[in-house]
């Protein structure tokens, strides 16, 4: 449940919001699926809900594109899993999709709050 009393924000996420997530999620090293969700819906408070039929899609997709790697290993409760790790491209593929979605949330800033500029 969200801290903040929210509901969810389940599939309302704009388009391509979630690859940037996975994307920071990664920076802070390699991680399986289960652990990449956990961590975007902690961070978020559990606003943000992500569904393995989301997830898995956007990793492939990812993968495809050069930004992230995947390799098997062995998983805290010892099963194989794979896991999914940032690529220098992906990297690149961070900080300009970062500052998209910053100049996007300031121009959405200011439809929302045009007194305060």
């Known amino acids: 449940m969200p801290k903040r009393g929210a509901?969810?924000?389940?599939?309302e996420i704009l388009p391509g919001t979630l690859d940037l997530l996975i994307l920071q999620t990664?920076?802070?090293?390699?991680?399986?699926?289960?652990?990449?969700?956990h961590a975007i819906e902690h961070r978020s408070e559990d606003v943000l809900q992500v569904e393995h039929g989301s997830l898995y899609p956007a990793l492939h997709r990812l993968e495809e594109r050069g930004w992230i790697a995947s390799f098997w290993g062995t998983s805290e409760n010892n099963r194989k899993a794979r896991y999914y790790r940032l690529?220098?491209?992906?990297?690149?593929?961070?900080?300009?999709?970062?500052?998209?979605?910053?100049?996007?949330?300031?121009a959405i800033n200011r439809v929302l709050r045009p007194a305060e500029e």
């Open 87 to 106: 690529t220098r491209a992906g990297r690149k593929e961070l900080t300009q999709q970062t500052g998209r979605w910053q100049d996007l949330v300031r």
């Open 26 to 37: 990664l920076v802070l090293g390699a991680a399986h699926g289960h652990t990449i969700a």
């Open 7 to 11: 509901p969810p924000l389940q599939g």
